[in-house]
């Protein structure tokens, strides 16, 4: 599958598993997705990403959309309601929609921490580096 190919199927994937109908959140989901997917590349040392790593590529993505997102209603409702918390490794977030508290949009470090709570399923795939 080529790159393009390869981030429509886990775009897919992902408004799959947060029931989002729509369109509106296309442009934004696919920018987490293009960046979990060069952090892959880059944490396994690897030019393209194999087939076999779609789904966790999208696990990974739906980990960092719910953690950097809380406050998008469409996502926060896909995690289970108002009360509902989210944790990814050391980071937690309480859902609750509306604006203010949690995490801003450029929580990088949780993006980092959702690819190494991943190293399990990605460390198969990593190459040594010359």
């Known amino acids: 599958m080529t790159w393009e190919n390869q981030i429509d199927k886990v775009l897919e994937t992902v408004k799959l598993r947060l029931v989002l109908n729509d369109t ?20 396994c040392n690897i030019t393209t990403i194999p087939d076999d ?30 009360g509902a918390n989210v944790k990814v490794g050391d980071t937690s977030v ?3 929609g509306g604006s203010g508290g949690g995490l801003s949009n450029t929580a990088k470090t949780a993006i980092d921490s959702v690819v190494f709570n991943y190293r399990l399923d990605l460390h198969r795939y990593r190459r040594m580096r010359w």
Do not use: C, F
């Not at 959140?25 to 880059?42: C, F, N, P």
């Open 24 to 43: 509106a959140h296309d442009a934004l989901i696919t920018s987490y997705i293009t960046e979990i997917g060069w952090r892959i590349k880059h944490y």
């Open 53 to 82: 790593l779609i789904y966790v590529w999208a696990s990974m993505t739906l980990d960092a959309v719910r953690v950097d997102l809380p406050n998008v209603d469409e996502i926060s409702d896909s995690v289970g309601g108002g």
């Open 94 to 96: 309480s859902g609750g």
